[in-house]
Structure formats: C-alpha cells, structure tokens
C-alpha cells in the first residue's frame, strides 16, 4: 500500500489492519524514541509504547484525517500515555533516572562524540518538561512543525517561536 | 527564526551542516546531535511488538469488560442517559396527558366542551354516564362513585346545563320534601333502517319504567326525511334507568337536562290552601250560629270565594305535584349518515386524516416534551465532558510541570 495514502485517506475495515501494520513500520522507532525522551526510563518507555500502539489500534476507526496526519494522531495517543506514566511515577515518587544507554559510544569510539552527547544530556536536563517535550517531538519523534502543532494543539508558529527559543536555550546550555 | 527553524529542518532532512551563519550551523548540529541521541527500541522489544501489532492485540479471553465497564464507555453512557431522559419525558408525556383528561372531566371540560362530546362520553360510559346525574338530584341520595368515564361524562353535561341541583344536603340541608321540575332532552343517532324499531323500543322503555309518551311522530322515509320526536312524561323516580335504557338504544349525540326548584312555591300553595280551609271551617262554625239572614248570606258569599281560592289552590298543586313526580323528557330520533365512523375500522378518508393529525400532534407533543427535558440535561452533560476533557488534559499536562 502507498505509504502516504496510509497517512490521509482513512481506510476500508478490510484493510484497516494492513494499513496498521505499515504505521507500525513507519513509526515504531520514533514513538518509542519519543515516549524514552520523555520518560527517561526504558522500561517504561516500552510499556508505554505499547500501550500506545495497541489504542491505536483499536481506536483506529476513530482517525479523521481533516484532523491532522496519522503520525499526529498516533504521537498525540502516545504522548497521552507517556504523560499517564509520568503521572502515575509523580504519585509513586519514584526517583527517575536517565536511562541506561545501550548505544552508549563504546570506549574506542571517538572521545569528542562521547563528550559531545554528555553535554547535550546536560544541557536538556536543563530544560523544564514542556520544553524536552517539544524537543522530543521534534528530534526523537521526527515530526513536522504543523504535527507538533496538531499534537500540542497550539499554533505553527507558536510552535515554531517556542522551538526557537528552546534550542537556542539548549545551545547555550551546551555552553555553559 | 523562520530561517534558522528552515535551516534546523533542512540539516534534519538532510544530515548535513552546510549554513553560512556559524550560529545557525551550530543550531544544525544541535539538532544532528539531538536526533542521532534518540533511543532506540531493542531487538528483542521491537520484535515482540511487532508480533503484536501482526496478532491485533489480542487479549487472552476472559479479559473483557465486565459489562459495566462497558457502560461507562462514554458513547454507552450517552446512549443510556438519553433513553432514560426519553423514558422519563414520555412518562411525564403520559402523565400529564391523563391528568390534563382528568382535569378536564372534572371540571366540566371547559366551556369549549361540547354537549356532544358529554353525550358521548355517556354513550361510552355503557349509557349510564349521563343519566346518573338526574338521580342524584331526585333521589336526594348520593350516587355511588362511578367509573371515570361516567363521572366525566357526568361533569360534561353539567357544563352545558343550567345548574342542576346537586346531590343529598347540597342545595337545601335538612328539606326532604324538596321539589324539582327536571326536563331532559336526548337526541338520538339511528339509520334510517333501525328507526322504526328504536322509536318501538323508545315507547317501550318508556312504558316499562311506568311513564307515559304524551306525544310522538316518527318518518322513516329516506335518510333526509326520516326522524321522529317523542315527548315523554317519566316518574322522576325512575329517571335514571329510564335514561339509561333509552341511550342504549341507539347512539347518544347530544343530552341536556335542567331542573328547577319549585319547592318554594309548593310549600306557599300548600299553606294557601291550609289558610283556606282553616277559614272555610271557621265560616263553616259561624254560619251555623248566624241569627240573621244577612249574615248567613255574608258568609256563604265569603264561603265561595274561598271555595274558589281552595280550588284554584288544589289545582296548582296538582299541577306542581305532576310537574315534579314525572319528568319531561324529549327524545329526537336523528337519522344516522351512511358515511359516520361505525367500529374501528370504519369512517370516512376525513376522519382518517384527522386522526392522523391528532396522533402527529400528540407526537409532536411528546417529542417537545423529550427535548426540553432531553436538552437542558444534554447540555449540561456537555458542558460536563467538556470540563471533564479540559481537566484531565490539564492533569496530563501537570506532569510535565
């Protein structure tokens, strides 16, 4: 199937799962990149993912494309999600960690690419929740300004304003 | 900032740092960086969700909803809130309905109601429904509480009636003696080819009940001329089966009756001629000690004038006596229109179309009484879920605070 009829024409119920399993494909490894950025926790951040992928699926029916692109769609069901998880570990009190990095670079990687990640990392636990919200879905979850907007539900250029004025705060964290 | 967020999106796009302005380009690598520090899922994870995905997410059984989990899906809720609001409302519809029949029975139906529409009622009422009001004047007796339909119809008749003295003490407490000239008049609906047979019968009730026809004729001709009138003389004592048996001999279109009291009147004739004869008795003792012929034919002339009075006195009691013992009663014999609804399934295409209009009215009537019941509440379940959607999106929110 068209990859980009996927994201704008709702499909037929015979297809439904066919047209779900290409979504899959397409956005797994950003939904989960956003929703680890988000939570900072691996383990949670693969529950969630599933989580929300599975009410995806079966909310599937309800998607409206004049509302906005699947990937939108879907970001905003796990974004939802994630800030569930965040909710519930804020009542738990669990003290939250940055995961575990498996691509961490390895000893024999380069030493300035090593420092260079550790400085980004540092610089964004600067930043308050909405604002590493903003950069998660933008970086991790790849997504276009307008499906940032959709997913936030605030303007384009509101969201262009306050990724310009996050980075430019992430950059200054790198150099401090 | 739209050339910096252009440039962001183009070294995204296409993993190169290539802008001129240093601060821009360091922006790039920011967000090189930022990208290529994304996690990623593991093998294994992303396997096992891609089973799943392939699967549909199946549940094992026995994971479903308790059914009441399932009516708290919003659309469920809604669905059961509306029809418990459309159950309510009809219920109200219904109730209000029967009650405005009833008050509309019981207070005589409005001036807008017809005698007719009375006259039916009795007809409905097996017959007996308007001819239960006379007795309960001329018996001086309360009549047992009778069925809806004959109270209504009851009422009905007093509306289009002069007053009819009421019931037992009433009208005048602690006069047993009272007496009432009742005049009723009954139109009757028969075709033409039953006419002869209900004015046989209209005689017959008449003379069963002990009354008698003082006048009558009837034409049985074709439908335009074909009618008869009866004027009936019936014990006021048996007024009421009396009436009861004439309405069950043909459709009861139109009743009324009306009662006078004349007990005033009664009670002076009587003492008048009280008066006289205590007189004629006094003359009767002085003429026979009068000493003079003059003054016996002083008292015998005195003695004829109140013979006279005496007569005249005997006579308009007589006369009152009859009036109030027996009941005038007119009966009009009305040939009925071949065309008139005759049964369930009869009537003419008008009927039909104003029955129809009548159940789209009382349709209409319970659909706005639904909605002003259905669309207050709605709305205020909007709003609810509104607030309850605006709020749970700002404890999500809150998380990020």
Redesign the interface.
Known sequence: MNEALVGTVPLPAATQ?EG??EL?ERT???V???V??LLRD?SA??DV??QA??RA??KRRSYRPARGSMDAWLFGIAR?AA??E??KR?RRAVLETD?E???APAPHDQAELAL??ET??AALATL???E??L?AL???G?L??VEIARVLRMSESNV??R??RT??K??EA?HD | ??D??TA??DA?DTGVVADDDP?TR??QE??L???A??????QM??EW??Q???A??RKPRGSKPAWWQRLLQPAAAVGMVAAAVLVIAVAAGGLSRSSNDDASGGSGGGAAESASAGAQGATDAGGGGGAAAVPRAADGKSAPAGAGGAERALSSSRSTLPIVPPAGRGFAPGRSDRRIERSVALELETPVDRMARVAEDVTAVTNRHGGFVLSSSVSTGDEDSAGGDFDLRIPATRLRPALRDLSALADVRTQSQSGRDVTREHVTAKDRLRAARAERRSLLRRLEVATTDEEAEAIRRRLDLVAGEINGLRAQLRDLRLRTDYAVVTVSLLAKDHNEGGGVGGGSFDDALGDAGDLLVTVAGLIVRALAVALPLGLLALAGWLAGRVLQRR???????
């Open positions: 799962t779900f399993a899959y797994f490894p950003r989960y990149g956003y680890a950025s691996r951040a693969e993912t599933a992928f599975e699926y079966r939802n800030l569930d965040l909710r804020k995961p990095d498996s691509a260079r990640r980004v990392r308050d929740g909405q590493r919200d950069i933008k970086f991790a790849g276009s300004n262009g304003t990724l310009h980075i430019t992430l950059r790198c | 900032m739209t910096v967020l962001i999106d995204l601060m360091e922006l920011l967000a960086a930022l990208r520090d994304a996690p990623e899922p593991t994870y992303s969700l891609g799943q995905v392939e549909g997410f404890r999500r929110e809150s998380a990020l605070v």
